[in-house]
């Protein structure tokens, strides 16, 4: 197949100098949000004691252990702002990204010992459980960094118990054994009761010698009363418990590696206990990328700085998503697929990283005449039309028949609407998308580069509408709602805006409460808000999307669970005709 992917066409042109002076206003909104994500993370980052503290009692915090355990270059962090509770913490205390590790990708999180010692916080479970999804999605190995003191108890109703909770990780991790995904965990620390639970549910444990892992602490264990409260007598025999089990909690490596043998390995140190993480790394089963590169890695022709002139920071301001696509992928070649058909929406294959993969994309502005075929209304980029979403259906049915992984980028404003769309088949084209992208078993990638709005969002590789879906990215210009802000203003108060003009009443305080909704709209939209509620799983820089993009690429590559040889394939025939 080297006449079809060592030389693609290429696409895309350079800036011209009209376009970098016009553009600077743009670039400048964007990168004030890209410096505005960068302050919250580092709050995050920050959350709880300072290093000096945490490394003055012998231990490294968990972004130390990360740095040491990873290969350089390699870090995509995800879910760094998630925190759907918004605790007063500032973070759901588990932070992790995508990797590598000795040369391999893995998924990897650890408990950021900085905070509570790494307890259990509301919001976390759902952090690790989109974690576990991102292995089994990807079909690579999970790694933990363990240092969880337990359950944060203050607030324990929280996340203690119901269907998705503070335990459900262990069950997807037995769920993953199952499947043959490796969890490796490298364990530190004091780690009691849910903290026992995540450290004895992974496959293979990594000890350091001053860890423990139990089924309830010693604060548990001294605080049991007979007589249902607590009185002076109490009290102190529970200083005497407490002093007892703070010199030697239970689970200590005495038991768990000389008695028990759950403990695989100890350590001396903590730097050890990561050695031995990245040498049974470099044994796990996985692919050499030349199995199926097909074409050795390229640099985009065109530099990913100019993306933030290319993106419009002006929702209403339409843009070329080809010349975007063109900085973001290998020597800025394609093979689309059908060109002139459906033209709101982009489809081809391209290469990220020498790795073959699917992209599909909302394109903007005038769709041309007669166009949608079935309307008299002239159609606008970024909505969906009749072509337009059955052009998905077939990519992607194409894309699953041969293997190809999928990158989705969202600009869009919805699906065509109305009686004549409804008899256009929409509603049925667009569940049939989510049919279509459920049957493929493929991984997707989905970057919503400007909008994400109504249902469009879900049936365009929306983690919301399939279990394909790996993560989800934003960036600067990112807007996540069911509609418009405007527009849903309108819906919702129109018929009053009549009622009270027929009523001869004024229409002022009608008006305030649809400016107020507006700006709900959009400030519960923003990309920080975003990435803390989980709407998205990262904020990334426009220089950094095709690091993710990569990682993803070399990620689904790594040990996939079915293959269509090279030779096989039917997508790039089909493009050719």
Known sequence: MRPYFRKMTTFGQALNPG????????????????????????KVKNAGFPAEKINARGQLTVFQRLEYLLDPGTWCPLHTLFNPEDNIEGTSNVIDGLGKISGKWAVIIGFDNKVMAGAWLPGQYENILRVTDLSTRLNIPLVWLVNCSGVKLTEQEKFYANRRCGGTPFFRHAEMNQLGIPILAGIYGTNPAGGGYQGISPTILFAHKDCNIAVGGGGILSGMSPKGYFD???????????????????????????????????YETETDVLDGLKEFMRDIPAYKPKFFRVADPMEPRFSANDLY????????????????????????????????????????????????????????????ENYPEYADYPGIGGKLYRQGLIKMNEFVTLCGRDRVPIIWFQDTSGIDVGDIAEKAELLGLGQSLVY?????????????????????????????????????????????YVMHGE?????????????EKEAGRPLQPVIEKMNEMVKSYYDNSRPIYCARKGMVDEIAKMTELRSYLKAFAGAAYQNPKSICPQHQMLLPRVIKG
Do not use: C
Request: hydrophobic share 40%; net charge neutral; glycine share 10%.
């Open 487 to 499: 527009t849903a203003a309108a819906a919702s108060f129109s018929r009053r805006l009549v009622k």
């Open 19 to 42: 376009q970098i002076k016009s553009g600077q206003e743009n670039l400048e909104k964007i990168k004030q949000v890209e410096a505005d994500v960068d302050e919250a993370v580092n």
């Open 232 to 266: 002076e007598e109490g009290a102190e025999q529970l200083i005497s418990a407490a002093k007892q089990f703070k010199v030697k909690p239970p689970g200590s490596v005495d038991i768990h590696y000389d008695a028990t043998g759950f403990f695989r390995y100890k």
């Open 436 to 480: 279509s992208i459920q049957q493929t078993g493929v991984p997707m990638l989905l970057v919503v580069l400007r909008k994400g709005t109504a249902a469009a969002h879900y049936v365009m590789g929306g983690p919301t509408a399939n279990r394909h879906t790996a993560f989800t990215l934003g960036t600067a210009t990112t807007e996540i």
């Open 309 to 368: 002139t290319l993106v419009p920071f002006n929702q209403k301001q339409i843009y070329n998503f080809d010349e975007v696509l063109a900085r973001l992928v290998d020597g800025s070649e394609h093979l689309e697929f059908k060109p002139d058909y459906g033209p709101e929406i982009y489809t081809g294959l391209v290469k990220v990283d020498g790795f073959l993969v699917g992209v599909i994309g909302n394109r903007q502005g005038w769709l041309g």
